[in-house]
């Protein structure tokens, strides 16, 4: 009794444990904290984040997916935003000299 016991609690507890923690508790953090917690469900932080942010900024997706990902996590979330920001303005400056505005 004392073998058995000690099997099934072990195994029960590794199981319910072990897998539903990590898709319940890393699935509702990820979805809680959406792209923070990203990294948890196993997909790149980097893609996510610059994919998202290239297609809400209207930046072209190639240009953004062409730079290296290590390098991209490595800079501070600032910084990328900051050129990002930088990009589409020169963006809507080239666009507003062409339609005349400028």
Same mark, same amino acid.
């Given at each position: 009794? %004392?073998?058995?016991? !000690? &099997?099934?609690?072990? #195994?029960?507890? !590794?199981?319910?444990?072990?897998? $539903?923690? @990590? &898709? *319940?508790?890393?699935?509702n953090? !990820? &979805? *809680?904290? /959406? #792209? +923070?917690?990203?990294? =948890?469900? %196993?997909? +790149?932080?980097?893609?996510?984040?610059d #994919?998202?942010?290239?297609?809400?900024m209207?930046?072209?997706?190639? &240009? =953004?997916?062409?730079i $290296?990902? @290590?390098?991209i996590? /490595?800079? $501070?979330?600032?910084? =990328?935003?900051? #050129? +990002?920001? @930088?990009r =589409?303005? /020169?963006m809507?400056?080239?666009?507003?000299s *062409?339609? %005349?505005i +400028?």
């Open positions: 009794m %004392g073998t058995n016991n !000690a &099997s099934v609690m072990d #195994i029960n507890k !590794a199981s319910v444990m072990g897998i $539903n923690k @990590a &898709s *319940v508790m890393d699935i953090k !990820a &979805s *809680v904290m /959406d #792209i +923070n917690k990203a990294s =948890v469900m %196993g997909i +790149n932080k980097a893609r996510v984040m #994919i998202i942010k290239a297609s809400v209207g930046i072209n997706k190639a &240009s =953004v997916m062409s $290296n990902k @290590a390098r996590m /490595d800079i $501070n979330k600032a910084s =990328v935003m900051d #050129i +990002n920001k @930088a =589409v303005m /020169d809507d400056i080239n666009k507003a *062409v339609m %005349g +400028n």
